[in-house]
Antibody
């Protein structure tokens, strides 16, 4: 059974950094990349970025570029998202999700299995 | 960036109703469209990819259609567990974007 297990809720002050981890279970870690998405309270879904678990290649959404870093730890089969210079409007649930491509040549992905979400609260 | 506009943003329906949700893209995206369902307090769940292919395990009352700029998600007979918010996502080019969501509530 495929699961993605995320780390617990975080409370941070503006300007701080947060690290959220995601541990996929039930499949070979390096076979699939992982994406991250943000959902502010009562709002829709927003793509943050993704990382290849095989090569470590990353792509970030323009609005997060320079502020977010995705990494993998092959020794623990974990993917980490670090978001810096937090603002109050970063208060949101962050999801990790396994990415899939619709065809072999595709470079943009959708998501078939999701983590449970991690609430990040940014408040002074 | 490609904009996805869902309509309606909210709909009220009864168990057994046929429900149709629309997703319109700001430019042609072929069939590179995906649908998700999100129940309150839960992570999204993949329903349909490539505009019309049902994800394994998803009930057959869900169906998707469309190509180019106009897409629909149809629930043929609404069940109690279908009351949720539905999102479309394009995977045509970078960056992927999502529609604003359609919340389906009980009438």
């Amino acid at each position: 059974q495929i699961q993605l297990v995320q780390s617990g809720p975080e409370m941070k002050k503006p300007g701080a950094s947060v690290r959220v981890s995601c541990r996929p279970l039930g499949y070979t870690f390096t076979n699939f990349g992982i994406g991250w998405l943000r959902q502010a309270p009562g709002r829709g879904l927003e793509w943050v970025g993704w990382i290849s678990a095989y090569s470590g290649d990353t792509h970030y959404a323009p609005q997060f570029q320079g502020r977010v870093t995705l990494t993998t730890d092959p020794s623990t089969s974990t993917v980490n998202m670090e978001l810096n210079n937090l603002k109050s409007d970063d208060t949101a649930v962050f999801y990790c999700a396994r990415r899939l491509r619709a065809e072999p040549s595709a470079t943009v992905y959708y998501f078939d299995h999701w983590g449970q979400g991690t609430l990040v609260t940014v408040s002074s | 960036d490609i904009q996805l506009t869902q309509s309606p943003s909210f709909l009220s329906a009864s168990v057994g109703d046929r429900v149709t949700i629309t997703c319109r893209a700001s430019q042609g995206i072929s069939n590179y469209l995906v649908w998700y369902q999100q129940q309150p307090g839960k992570a999204p769940k993949l329903l349909i990819y490539s505009a019309s292919t049902l994800e394994s395990g998803v009930p057959s009352r869900f169906s998707g259609s469309g190509s180019g700029t106009d897409f629909t998600l149809t629930i043929s007979s609404l069940q109690p567990e279908d009351f949720a918010t539905y999102y479309c996502q394009h995977i045509y080019n970078f960056p992927p974007t999502f529609g604003g969501g359609t919340k389906v509530e009980i009438k």
